[in-house]
């Protein structure tokens, strides 16, 4: 099984400031990586996916690079809206995917 | 506009056997390509992918739970059914189900979850 590690598991950051996220995979993927946004309550959003692809209707502050088993999510600009806990997850072999263990996103 | 609802009981006692039902609108498991999951997260932990149904009624497993799961569509109805076998306390999580578009390896659309409770 692959593994997904993420971190930091918590991230503080000011409004308006940017956050960045890392995930690593135990072994290649290629761009078989996306990243999802969960808030309480309510359902998950993708947010990326193929590495880098936006999903509909994403925001252009969301941003994702890398390829092999680093990976970077990078959220430019923080809203209030983007405090939540994010997830990246794996599909090198869809659709045995992985997820990470998510990183929390909380105001400074 | 596609949306995805869970249902089922919200308390099970250990060794039953749990079913939850997936109710779907805006888009049809009779078109070529399309599939629907479960994934869970039990409280505090990390998103787990437990299973996929297509349209042409191919079905995957996850490997740890192969033999506790069971995955079926009526895709008349709009529905995915999910069921767990002789179920424990570390089955207690939120149950999301989630749409996968026509041949893309995606999960685009999930609902807001249902949570389940294991406990005598």
């Known amino acids: 099984e692959i593994v997904v590690t993420q971190s930091p598991a918590t991230l503080s950051v000011s409004p308006g400031e940017r956050a960045t996220l890392s995930c690593r995979a135990s072994e290649s993927v290629g761009s078989n990586l996306a990243w999802y946004q969960l808030k309480p309550g309510q359902a998950p959003r993708l947010l990326i996916h193929g590495a880098s692809n936006r999903a509909t209707g994403v925001p252009v502050r969301f941003s994702g690079s890398g390829s092999g088993t680093e990976f970077t999510l990078t959220i430019s600009g923080l809203q209030s809206e983007d405090f939540a806990v994010y997830y990246c997850q794996q599909s090198k072999k869809w659709p045995f995917l992985t997820f990470g263990g998510g990183t929390k996103v909380e105001i400074k | 506009q596609i949306t995805l609802k869970e249902s089922g009981p919200t308390l099970v006692k250990p060794t039953q056997t749990l079913t939850l039902t997936c109710t779907f609108s805006?888009?049809?498991?009779?078109?070529?390509?399309?599939?629907v999951a479960w994934i869970r997260q039990p409280p505090g932990k990390a998103l787990e992918w437990l299973a996929l149904?297509?349209?042409?009624?191919?079905?995957y497993y996850s490997p740890s739970l192969t033999n506790k799961l069971t995955i079926s569509k009526d895709a008349s109805r709009n529905q995915v059914v999910l069921t767990l076998t002789n179920i424990d306390p570390v089955d207690t999580a939120t149950y999301y189900c989630?749409?996968?578009?026509?041949?893309?390896?995606?999960?685009?659309?999930w609902g807001q979850g249902t949570l389940v409770t294991v406990s005598s």
């Open positions: 989630v749409h996968s578009p026509p041949w893309e390896n995606i999960f685009a659309h």
């Open positions: 805006g888009f049809s498991l009779n078109t070529s390509g399309v599939g």
């Open positions: 149904i297509y349209w042409d009624d191919d079905k």
